[in-house]
Each structure stands twice: as structure tokens, then as C-alpha cells.
């Protein structure tokens, strides 16, 4: 059994700051994409960046140049840094991990989901 267990999320003020963790755990060989998503209200969840297990990332437009994807791959850990946040990244943020078993099956999961919310 796999867990995603993230961290970090809360109320900010609009140019703010925060920063994501996620962490996986369980009976892990190996982890290949790591990414962030986000849900709003009355939305579809959408990409926010993901990157691979060498290091490569992709982020989506509208967080390119405020957001920084990061992973510890010692830890099985996922990192979101968000700078100059705006009321719109205001959202549920879920991370996904595409795990690999020792059996050699592999599967997606998902966290739990953080909430952030950038208001004055």
C-alpha cells in the first residue's frame, strides 16, 4: 500500500508565498513522474507542473516564471515552491506519483489534497 501525504498549504495574501511538500510511502521500488494538479471551484482539475524522476519538468502557462517543481528522489518527496501567488491559483492542490512496486507493477495515486487560498 502506497500513501501521498501532503503539506503546506493554507491562506496567503496575494504576492505571497508558500511552499508543498508531498510524501510518499509504502512498499516503493521506484517512482517515475511526480506532479502537482489543482482543482478550483466549478472547475476541471488541471496540470500545474510535474517533473520526472531525472529531473525534467513542465509547467503549465500560467504558473511559468512564479512556481518551482522539485523532488527529493532519497525521500520519495515532491516539492511546490509558489512565489508571487494570486487569487486565482486559489485551489485544492493534489499530487500524483506514478509508483512502481517491486512486482514490477505500477500504478498512479494521488494525495489527499491541500488547500490553498490567496486573499487579502
Known amino acids: 500500500q502506497v500513501q501521498l501525504v501532503e503539506s503546506g498549504g493554507g491562506l496567503v495574501q496575494p504576492g505571497g508565498s508558500l511552499r508543498l511538500s508531498c510524501a510518499a510511502s509504502?512498499?516503493?521500488?521506484?517512482?517515475?513522474?511526480m506532479g502537482w494538479y489543482r482543482q478550483a471551484p466549478g472547475k476541471q482539475r488541471e496540470l500545474v507542473a510535474r517533473?520526472?524522476?531525472?529531473?525534467?519538468?513542465n509547467y503549465a502557462d500560467s504558473v511559468k516564471g512564479r512556481f518551482t517543481i522539485s523532488r527529493d528522489n532519497a525521500k520519495n518527496t515532491v516539492y511546490l515552491q509558489m512565489n508571487s501567488l494570486k487569487p486565482e491559483d486559489t485551489a485544492v492542490y493534489y499530487c500524483n506519483a506514478d509508483v512502481l512496486y517491486y512486482s514490477g507493477r505500477g500504478l498512479l495515486h494521488w494525495g489527499q489534497g491541500t488547500q490553498v487560498t490567496v486573499s487579502s
Open positions: 509504502g512498499s516503493i521500488f521506484n517512482i517515475n513522474d
Open positions: 517533473i520526472t524522476s531525472g529531473g525534467s519538468t
